[in-house]
C-alpha cells in the first residue's frame, strides 16, 4: 500500500517536472509513513531528526502516509523544519505548490513510463472495514474505498502499455473489493485484468480468512497468469487469542482455506502474519500458534511482536500484560522454527522447473526475478537476459530464501 502510494505520488512529480536524485542534491524529501506498527512510527521521527541538519531556506520537507491522520498538525509543532503535512492522496495542492516555489523551466523531465519497473502497484482499495483490536489502519485510513472497476483495469492496462509485465492489486483486505458499480467482486476483477495483452503475471494482496471466497481460488487454479501465491495472515493460532483480536474466524476455519487452496493448487506459495505476545497470550496460547506453523508450513511467516498502537481497542481497552522479554523470546523460538520450515520448502524445488519472471540483474550481473509461487530465484550465467522476460529455469541449489538455477534446455 505504502509502495503504490509512493509510486501515485512520485508520478506526479514527475508530470510536473521533477527527477529523483540523491538526498545530497535534492531540493525536496518526502517521507512515505507506516505507523502499523511502533518501530514504524520511531523510524519516521528519527529521519525527521536527522533531516534537520539537511534543511536549509531552499529545500522542503514534506510528510504523508499514515502518520499524517494519526498525529495531524502536532506534526509540524515537533517538528519546525517540517514544511509540509500532506494527506494520502490528496497530492495536487502539494505539488502545485511545489511548482509555484521552483521554477525550473530548463529541467529535463523524467518520462512517465520511467515509474512503471516490471512490476506496478493498483490500490483497488483505500482503508478498511474490519475492526480487529489491534490495528491502527481502519483509523488512519478510514472505511474502505472501492476503485470502480474500469478505472482498475483502465490503469492496468495503461501499466502494461508501459512497460509493466506484472501487476499487483493491492487493499488492506483485498478480498473485500467489490465495484461500486456492480460489476463484481475481486474474482471478477481478477478475470478481467488477466486478459490484458502482455501482462505475464498477476498478483493481490493482502487477503482475509473471513472473506476469501472458494470461486477467487478457482479462478487462481485456472489461470496462466494469476500467481500461485497467496497472502493469508492467520496473526494467531489460537482461538482464544484469535476472539480477543475480533479476527472473525477461528483456525478450524483458516486450515478448511488452506486445505482447498492447496488441493486446487498443490504448489501454492502460502505466506501469512502472525503477532507474539498480545495482551492474554497465555504460554499455552502462544504454543498453539507454534504448533499451526509448523503444521501448515507456510513459506513465509512476518512475525511482530504486539505493540500497542494508540486509539485500537486493545491499547484502550487490554492490559499488555506479556513481558517485553518473553515476547522476544516467542518472537526468536517462531523465527527459528520457520527458518527450517522455509529451508525445507525451498529444498523441494531443486531438480525441478520453475517459470521466474526477470526483475533485474545483481551484482554479479545475475538476472533475478520470482517464481508464480512468489520465491524469488537468481538465473546462473544469464547475464544477457533482459528484465521482463519470463524464464524457465532448472533449479539446482536452494537455500530458505531462494532458488538459484540455470536456463532450462
Not at 145 to 156: T, Y
Not at 184 to 197: C, D, M, S
Not at 265 to 270: I, Q, R, Y
Request: with cysteine; glycine share 8%.
Amino acid at each position: 500500500m505504502n509502495s503504490a502510494d509512493s509510486e501515485s505520488l512520485a508520478r506526479r512529480l514527475l508530470a510536473a517536472g521533477y527527477v529523483e536524485d540523491s538526498l545530497e542534491r535534492a531540493d525536496v524529501a518526502i517521507l512515505n509513513t507506516c505507523v502499523v506498527r511502533q518501530a514504524s512510527e520511531d523510524r519516521v521521527y528519527s529521519k525527521l531528526h536527522e533531516l534537520k541538519q539537511w534543511k536549509t531556506p531552499e529545500r522542503t520537507i514534506a510528510v504523508t502516509g499514515c502518520i499524517v491522520a494519526k498525529e495531524g498538525g502536532e506534526l509540524t509543532r515537533r517538528f519546525p523544519h517540517l514544511d509540509a503535512v500532506v494527506p494520502i492522496g490528496e497530492y495536487e495542492d502539494f505539488v502545485a505548490g511545489l511548482e509555484a516555489r521552483y521554477d525550473y523551466s530548463n529541467g529535463e523531465a523524467l518520462p512517465l513510463a520511467g515509474r512503471t519497473g516490471i512490476s506496478h502497484y493498483v490500490r483497488v482499495i483505500q482503508g478498511c472495514d474490519h475492526n480487529c483490536t489491534f490495528c491502527i489502519v481502519p483509523r488512519v485510513r478510514g472505511r474502505e474505498k472501492h476503485v470502480p472497476l474500469q478505472a482498475v483495469v483502465a490503469e492496468c492496462r495503461t501499466a502494461v502499455a508501459e512497460g509493466a509485465r506484472e501487476v499487483v492489486l493491492l487493499g488492506q483486505n483485498v478480498d473485500d473489493y467489490h465495484d461500486p458499480d456492480g460489476r463484481g467482486g475481486l474474482a471478477a476483477l481478477v478475470r478481467e485484468v488477466e486478459q490484458i495483452p502482455g501482462l505475464k503475471r498477476l498478483r493481490f494482496m493482502t487477503s482475509h480468512p473471513q472473506d476469501l471466497e472458494g470461486e477467487l481460488l478457482e479462478v487462481m487454479a485456472r489461470s496462466e497468469v494469476v500467481c500461485r501465491e497467496l497472502q493469508l495472515p492467520v496473526q494467531s493460532g489460537d482461538d482464544t487469542v484469535l476472539k480477543r483480536m475480533a479476527r472473525g474466524y477461528q483456525t478450524r476455519h483458516y486450515r478448511t482455506i488452506v486445505e482447498n487452496a492447496r488441493r486446487l493448487m498443490p504448489d501454492l506459495g502460502l505466506v501469512t502474519d502472525v503477532i507474539v505476545g498480545f495482551p492474554g497470550e497465555s504460554e499455552a496460547a502462544y504454543l498453539n500458534t507454534r504448533a499451526l506453523v509448523e503444521e501448515i508450513e507456510f513459506d513465509v511467516v512476518h512475525i511482530a511482536m504486539y505493540s500497542p498502537r494508540p486509539g485500537t481497542f486493545a491499547a484502550t481497552k487490554m492490559d499488555d500484560d506479556v513481558p517485553q522479554e518473553e515476547k522476544l523470546r516467542r518472537l526468536n523460538d517462531l523465527l527459528a522454527l520457520q527458518r527450517g520450515i522455509a529451508a525445507r520448502k525451498t529444498a523441494r524445488w531443486i531438480g525441478r522447473n520453475a517459470e521466474v519472471l526477470i526483475e533485474g540483474h545483481d551484482e554479479l550481473n545475475r538476472p533475478y526475478g520470482r517464481i508464480r509461487q512468489g520465491k524469488r530465484a537468481i538465473v546462473l550465467r544469464g547475464g544477457d537476459i533482459q528484465a521482463g522476460t519470463v524464464v524457465n529455469v532448472r533449479v539446482l541449489q536452494a537455500t530458505a530464501g531462494q532458488l538459484l538455477g540455470l536456463p532450462a534446455a
